[in-house]
């Protein structure tokens, strides 16, 4: 008896780690074909060795409980052998059920998140050299932008950011006109740097050398790249030194109204400028304990009216979940949203190009955009570079009692994060929201809630089956085992042909049962739950009885 209960467990876990080394090889001889990024290489493999795993593992669990029931004893009749050797067989299909539930719904998103990461840094990353050979730089830098939220050390992506700043620094070298003209680059942060450089150049003119060094190396400091603006710099300030007061004496007192000045912005509630103002500072003395102060309590106070672009780069480095379509019927009116992609992370929900439509009319644009609890932003910093802001535009309707960039709406993350969750496939929606999230997909979201019935009850079946494959291999194993006690070299040996074998009748299996679910799911939508259970259970009392017949009818 001690050998019949000691085989299922070593079978079982051989085939599945057998299984599991095969889905890692077909992984790794598919990843060429895939197009997946060298960074998520091993992830994905994993991903598809365990996704293999688990569309392997009923057919394992059949196998190995007939190999294991081989050498029962036929005197002791099912019930008698069932009793002494189902424990470790049903042991081991819980503990498979609950991994299939709770973590292959993840595993799966996963894989696909690989894979569409990659899809769209490689498009982009072309777009971004198509546009640079036709001469349109800032869009090569935008679509860039992208590539780096996905893998920033990617030797293509690197080797073409170069490419994009030597172009830039290259149109730099033009001499620098009064006024933008059509060609110059279409880049918020040399346009800011450029508007400031021509008022250095002015203040230069009407003899404020202060003014003029101080707008020089603001410039300087947003766009780095124009030489012309270095020499500025260094014409203004030894202009500076060629003045009576000593340069020391100069810039410490500039540092000091500088300071100053971006207190006042503080209090002034303008937390943006006062972040700029302090951010310029910290560069200069960051070992100041006032700025150092001010500067996180003006970082503190623009987070409430903005947030900072490299949070949208981490979210979309880890979550790219497409476009979204939301709306949300609330007292005080209707939200629409409308974004080409969107990204969770824990910072809230990000979106990019967005289109909002409100209540009173409000329209607008947004080209990032972060929505968390139930406040939406939609003005973006970058922190190394504050001059460099991404702001909304209305295209009708006022802003809110928050102000231009910041808006209440009527909803909150979590209904966004559900939404997408629910508007996904629906093998990736994980099982305690396909539990709780029906009633509203269909009343709220409005979604066509029959897959994702359908897709519940598959999940509620896997329990029932994986029970049901062990009954019947008991059976069968009991029913056709051999005259002589078979050798547990051969078992072990045989176990991986015969799950190939055993995969074909259970596929077949899985799709009458995909058919049964759908027609119940559509048929009977109010009690659906109920009507699939007790089919359910109904299978599995069948199985008993199937699988003691077939023991019962065996030779002895």
């Known amino acids: 008896m001690a050998d019949r209960t000691s085989r299922f467990l070593p079978i079982a876990l051989g085939c599945m780690t057998l299984a599991f080394i095969t889905g890692f090889g077909s992984g790794l001889l598919s990843i060429g074909k895939a197009n997946i990024l060298y960074r998520f290489a091993v992830q994905w493999e994993l991903c598809v060795a365990v996704l293999f795993l688990a569309a392997w593992t009923p057919a394992i669990l059949l196998v190995s409980s007939a190999l294991a029931f081989e050498v029962a004893d036929r005197g002791e009749g099912f019930s008698g052998a069932a009793s002494k050797a189902l424990i470790p067989a ?14 292959v719904p993840g595993i799966r998103e996963r894989k696909t998140w690989y894979e569409d990461a990659s899809a769209l840094f490689s498009s982009s990353l072309m777009d971004a050299r198509d546009a640079l050979a036709k001469g349109r730089i800032a869009e090569a830098e935008r679509l860039l932008l992208v590539c780096r939220a996905i893998d920033e050390k990617d030797e293509g992506y690197k080797e073409l950011y170069d490419r994009v700043q030597a172009a830039f620094i290259l149109e730099a070298d033009a001499p620098a006109e009064p006024a933008p003209a059509a060609g110059e680059p279409d880049d918020p942060a040399w346009r800011t740097a450029n508007r400031f ?4 150049l002015r203040a230069r003119d009407e003899g404020r050398l202060f003014d003029a060094n101080y707008l020089a190396r603001r410039s300087l400091s947003i766009f780095p790249r124009r030489p012309e603006v270095r020499r500025l710099v260094e014409e203004t300030w030894q202009a500076l030194q060629s003045l009576g007061p000593s340069a020391e004496e100069l810039a410490d007192a ?47 106070g623009l987070e409430s009216v903005a947030f900072f672009l490299d949070e949208d780069r981490r979210a979309f480095g880890e979550s790219d979940l ?42 607008l644009t947004a080209p990032f955009a972060r929505l968390r609890g139930d406040v939406l932003l939609v003005r973006a910093v970058d922190r190394e570079k504050p001059d460099v802001v991404w702001e909304p535009a209305y295209l009708a309707g006022k802003p809110g009692e928050l102000g231009p960039y910041a808006m209440r709406v009527g909803f909150d993350e979590g209904n966004v ?17 396909l539990a709780t999230g029906l009633g509203r997909a269909e009343s709220e979201y409005r979604l066509d809630v029959a897959p994702l019935r359908a897709e519940f009850g598959l999940r509620l079946a896997y329990p ?39 995969l074909v009748p259970i596929q077949a299996g899985a799709r009458a049962g995909r058919f049964m679910v759908s027609l119940l799911a559509e048929s009977l939508p109010g009690s659906f739950i109920l009507a699939w259970a007790a089919f359910l259970a109904l299978c599995t009392v069948a199985s008993v009885f199937f699988a003691a017949r077939v023991a019962l009818n065996a030779p002895r």
């Open 322 to 363: 497409g476009e979204l379509r939301f709306e949300s019927a609330q007292p005080g009116g209707r939200w629409a949203l409308e974004a080409a992609r969107c990204a969770v992370s824990d910072d809230g929900v990000f979106f990019r190009d967005l289109a909002v439509k409100g209540p009173g009319g409000l329209e």
């Open 464 to 502: 029932f089956v994986t029970i049901m494959l062990i009954l019947m291999g008991a059976g069968l194993g009991i029913r056709f085992k051999a005259i002589e006690p078979p050798r547990p070299l051969a078992t072990y040996l045989s176990a991986p042909f015969l799950v190939v074998l055993g």
């Open 417 to 433: 994060i559900e939404k997408i969750r629910l508007s996904g496939p629906v093998a990736d929606v994980p099982l305690a929201l």
């Open 197 to 200: 450089y021509l008022e250095s």
């Open 254 to 300: 500039a540092f000091y109204k500088r300071k100053l000045e971006g207190y006042a912005m503080l209090q002034e509630k303008d937390y943006l400028s006062a972040f700029r103002r302090f951010t310029e500072l910290a560069a200069d003395a960051d070992a100041d304990q006032d700025v150092r102060k001010y500067l996180e309590l003006s970082r503190e």
């Open 90 to 103: 049903l042991v081991l299909a819980a503990a498979v059920s609950i991994f299939y539930l709770l973590v």
